[in-house]
């Protein structure tokens, strides 16, 4: 048992879903999983472990912002022994090009965060995503016929912010969207030789101004959870 996590040895499984939301950890868990139980309640971050076409999986509540997944991710992978970890969440669009509902699969992340600059004495370091990890997803989303997009994204560790600017500069360069939780996770897959991708649905657009519906957004998520499954249990 961990600091942050209730569960037992073997409660957790090896392959897990990265869900910001902990009650999505628990819609996950029962409408996609077999056998669901819950392994931990620990700080309302719920988890589950149950079984995905035979294939164990869990599904782990990780909180807002890098700090939160840090503590997770590192808990799930040194004291549980997870080798593949998928971040399930959504974004916020900064391209035209790019529509509400759309599948993003994060290839690289740059970042706000000073993360990265504390562990590499203030160089830059470019987290990446798992190429398998990837390619898999990509294949998976193409099958469901959904807008599926491969590239940057910024992480950003603030959600409210006073300007713009910052922002237009990396939509300048082609960065797709920005969320709050992948550059954590690329870094400490990358530090602990493990395997992990962001699958992000855009539910805001920085452009239009346009937001998911209630109902929108659980239609997105449920294409997401079956790409993410389907990519996560792919050996």
Partial sequence: MSGHLGAKKGEIAD??????????????????????????????????????????????GTGMGNPSMSIYGTELINDYG??????????????????IRDIILAQAVSSDSNLTEKIFYGCNYAPTADFSLLMKA???AQSKQVNVFVGNIYNSDEFYRETLDRLHKFMDFGVLAVEMESTALYTLAAKYGVQALSILTVGSHLLTNERLTHKESEQSFY??????LNTVIDD
Avoid: H, W
């Fill in 138 to 140: 990509f294949q998976q």
């Fill in 15 to 60: 392959r897990v879903l990265l869900p910001g939301d902990p009650l999505r950890a628990k819609f996950v868990a029962e409408q996609f999983l077999d056998k669901a139980y819950c392994y931990s309640e620990v700080r309302g971050m719920y988890g589950y472990t149950g079984l995905y076409k035979g294939v164990p999986v869990s599904v782990q």
């Fill in 82 to 99: 997870v080798k593949k970890l998928v971040r399930i969440g959504t974004c916020g669009a900064m391209q035209d090009e790019l529509n």
């Fill in 223 to 228: 294409e997401m959870v079956e790409i993410a």
